[in-house]
């Protein structure tokens, strides 16, 4: 007879996965102070909305990520691993993402902060990490977005991508980018999801007038607004020096979060703007959302680009706010009639004066570009694009980690790579014969490519 005492902790924690599948959703989570927390919230909610939970194993949100959960982590049906530039959030991701192989969610293409945090700290993972990077900077030296921003010169990404069994992008540039590394895990490009509520942007649009007034009463006609985490890349300098250059009934907003090395009190002071620029740190959800309301055009600069994709620019799309970007990476993937697009790179800022003031004199033109950006977004959210993306991927990824074979040319081709097999010797047989031998005592109905990498 068994001990029931044991008997009572396995019904208690269930950790075969074959007994009770799950899967491990690794990311962020409501309240962290992260873009990415917001986001899975977002897509979370799709997948309940269209039905997803219902009919599939239970997803786990799993965070924060600590000693009474990491270990029922390699136990799931499958982990989802959201993967970002910060090594404070997403270090403990990685390192299962790496051990447990499962579905990859690309936040951040770059990884260069997250590949220098890694190498700082000692951490085990930084070696194989930049090995990888290096040896693949050569496959994207002649892409145009590499020669011009630094941090996509070395590809940090490579490494997790060949772990993964699977990949979600949220632009077609990024997964054009993976490809040009050479990776051949599927790749599924999933839009942004709709981050906020229809009816929060709508209480926020009835308040607009009430933050305005301040600034209108200041002289203010026109306000300019740069939202999102406060940092070198967003060109801050940039946009308030063209600000400066125009009327003095212009005025800007900064909101967001405050990130340490960049100091926006000493960027706001040396701007000489005065009353015409306004600075709001830290605020909460319904702060930002409630100035990105009363904006009336919002400006989302990168350089150098990461290739990310703008957590603040949907959020612009989705109140209507007419959106200046750079001309550059995934910001390319946006339709030409949803945004306003400056040169890449460092943009003159005569050049995003210019842009402005387009905008400031013709309220038509922002209502046409604002409109268009606001629908797209209602389009996407009415068909749970996100949600619908997000379910293919799973469901992939799901087949092929239950796919016995795949497993073992998975550790196959990881093998080949760790001994720094090569394409060409691939092509010239070394170490074919193997996975010729493996598919040959395959069921017909598990027959995949022998030869597809893992």
């Known amino acids: 007879m068994g001990n029931p005492v044991v008997g009572a902790i396995r019904r208690l924690y269930k950790w075969d996965h074959q007994m009770?599948?799950?899967?491990?959703?690794?990311?962020?989570?409501?309240?962290?102070?992260?873009?990415?927390?917001?986001?899975?919230?977002?897509?979370?909610?799709?997948?309940?909305?269209?039905?997803?939970t219902r009919s599939h194993p239970p997803i786990r949100p799993i965070w924060p990520i600590d000693t009474r959960t990491e270990g029922t982590i390699p136990f799931h049906a499958m982990g989802i691993y959201h993967l970002g530039n910060n090594l404070e959030f997403h270090r403990d991701i990685y390192r299962?993402?790496?051990?447990?192989?499962?579905?990859?969610?690309?936040?951040?293409?770059?990884?260069d902060d997250f590949a220098q945090g890694l190498l700082a700290s000692g951490d085990r993972l930084a070696h194989q990490t930049w090995r990888e990077g290096l040896a693949n900077a050569?496959?994207?030296?002649?892409?145009?977005?590499?020669?011009?921003?630094?941090?996509?010169?070395?590809?940090?990404?490579?490494?997790?991508?060949?772990?993964?069994r699977g990949i979600v992008v949220h632009a077609p540039f990024v997964k054009r980018y993976l490809e040009a590394v050479g990776c051949r895990t599927p790749i599924f490009v999933v839009p942004h999801p709709v981050v906020e509520k229809e009816e929060d942007v709508r209480r926020a649009e009835a308040r607009r007038a009430v933050r305005r007034g301040p600034l209108e009463t200041m002289g203010m006609r026109t306000l300019v607004g740069v939202f999102g985490d406060m940092n070198a890349a967003k060109l801050i300098e940039v946009v308030l020096e063209a600000v400066a250059g125009l009327p003095d009934d212009v005025h800007v907003v900064l909101v967001g979060r405050r990130i340490p090395g960049y100091d926006i009190g000493a960027v706001a002071r040396g701007a000489g703007l005065g009353a015409r620029l306004s600075v709001h740190t830290d605020v909460t959800d319904e702060e930002f959302l409630g100035w990105m309301c009363a904006a009336d055009v919002a400006v989302d600069l990168r350089f150098p680009h990461r290739g990310e994709v703008s957590g603040s620019l949907a959020r612009a799309m989705q109140c209507g706010r007419p959106t200046i970007v750079s001309s550059t990476g995934t910001y390319l993937d946006i339709p030409q009639d949803h945004v306003v697009r400056v040169s890449s790179g460092r943009v003159d800022p005569a050049e995003l004066a210019?842009?402005?003031?387009?905008?400031?004199?013709?309220?038509?033109l922002r209502d046409r570009i604002g409109g268009a950006a606001r629908g797209a977004v209602r389009e996407l959210g009415r068909s749970e694009a996100t949600a619908h993306g997000y379910a293919e991927a799973m469901d992939g990824t799901l087949a092929l980690l239950q796919d016995p074979g795949r497993r073992a040319l998975a550790r196959w081709g990881g093998a080949l790579v760790d001994l720094g097999v090569s394409a060409d010797a691939l092509a010239e047989g070394y170490g074919v014969s193997y996975a010729r031998a493996l598919d040959e005592f395959r069921p017909p109905r598990q027959h995949t490519e022998a030869t597809e990498a893992p």
């Not at 989570?29 to 039905?51: C, D, F, H, K, N």
């Not at 050569?138 to 993964?164: C, D, H, I, K």
């Not at 210019?354 to 038509?364: M, Q, S, W």
Request: aromatic residues 6%; hydrophobic residues 45%; charged residues 15%.
């Open 20 to 52: 009770n599948p799950r899967i491990a959703w690794l990311s962020p989570m409501p309240p962290a102070p992260s873009g990415v927390a917001t986001y899975s919230r977002a897509v979370l909610g799709g997948l309940e909305r269209i039905g997803y």
């Open 96 to 111: 299962h993402a790496i051990q447990t192989p499962g579905l990859l969610v690309v936040h951040d293409l770059a990884l």
């Open 354 to 364: 210019e842009a402005i003031g387009r905008l400031v004199a013709d309220p038509n």
């Open 138 to 164: 050569r496959s994207v030296a002649a892409l145009p977005e590499a020669v011009e921003n630094e941090p996509l010169r070395v590809p940090f990404v490579a490494y997790p991508a060949r772990r993964a």
